[in-house]
């Protein structure tokens, strides 16, 4: 269940049952133990998901500091609750979900640029999600994110993935690396698309559930919206891709492989 409106708190959180998950960075570690990925050294990381279990989970995995070297200074479970945690607690490493309530992942990036950029004590975010579909790896990465690893990923490879993050470099899954790079380097299908940026975060979450067949009070409840906040969206985007129904927007999205 998704806690939204719940305080935010140093406490923390990879889900229940993550840890027997198969290595999912690239290049990450295969020692058992999380500490063994580094020793002797300090990454303060703040977790930014919906799911309290979830967070729970990371924070009894990774959050053992003298372990594993990873200090959580604090959590959030929506938009708002992570730009304030984040501006309050000034982590080396932000753990980031990728759909969350008020805006998502990338809602989160755009308001923490400031910070993404001081040059003294620069924040970096790693995304960390469940979803592997190319659109939510390039939005974040297009946000200023230094990697996206899946919630497959290993105790020990998180470690070792949030400390190399720490140092500037770029971490993904193996196969994700893939196709970021195809989708930027390739001449053929360029990385921007002119018609999707045409609508904001929230109302391309709310394009994709009304393209997998979501009912109005479905995503209603789903995002934490009114049933008439979905319908602006919808009305919204149909104005601006120029469609006359939900059925072309399906059809728009799927040819996009939003879906």
């Given at each position: ?9 140093a406490?923390?959180a990879?889900g229940?049952?993550?840890?027997a ?10 020692a058992?133990d ?5 020793p ?25 500091t003298?372990r ?12 708002d609750q ?8 000034r982590p ?5 979900d990728v759909?969350?309530p008020?805006?998502?992942g ?8 400031p ?14 999600s469940v979803s592997d579909?190319a ?5 974040v990465?297009?946000?200023g ?17 949030v ?7 770029a ?19 360029p990385?921007?698309?002119?018609d999707l ?14 393209a ?5 009070k ?15 969206h919808v ?9 006359s129904n ?6 728009w ?5 939003l879906v």
């Amino acid at each position: 269940m998704s806690d939204a409106n719940e305080p935010t708190g140093a406490a923390g959180a990879v889900g229940p049952g993550a840890g027997a998950a198969g290595a999912d960075a690239a290049g990450a570690g295969s020692a058992e133990d999380p500490a063994a990925s580094a020793p002797g050294r300090r990454v303060r990381v703040v977790l930014v998901d919906d799911h309290r279990m979830f967070r729970t989970g990371v924070q009894a995995e990774i959050g053992q500091t003298e372990r594993t070297g990873v200090e959580v200074v604090g959590e959030a479970a929506d938009v708002d609750q992570a730009v304030t945690v984040i501006t309050a607690t000034r982590p080396e490493v932000v753990l980031l979900d990728v759909h969350l309530p008020g805006g998502g992942g990338v809602e989160v990036l755009r308001r923490c640029s400031p910070l993404m950029a001081d040059p003294e004590q620069p924040v970096r975010f790693l995304a960390l999600s469940v979803s592997d579909a190319a659109e939510d790896v390039i939005g974040v990465i297009r946000g200023g994110a230094r990697g996206y690893v899946t919630k497959t990923i290993t105790g020990t490879d998180l470690v070792d993935s949030v400390f190399r993050v720490q140092d500037g470099d770029a971490v993904f899954s193996p196969r994700l690396a893939g196709f970021v790079l195809d989708a930027f380097a390739s001449t053929d299908a360029p990385p921007v698309d002119e018609d999707l940026d045409r609508l904001t975060q929230r109302e391309r979450e709310v394009l994709r559930l009304i393209a997998r067949g979501y009912a109005y009070k479905e995503i209603a409840k789903q995002l934490f919206i009114s049933v008439k906040t979905v319908e602006s969206h919808v009305s919204a985007v149909l104005r601006k891709l120029q469609l006359s129904n939900r059925h072309e927007l399906t059809r728009w999205a799927t040819a996009r492989r939003l879906v």
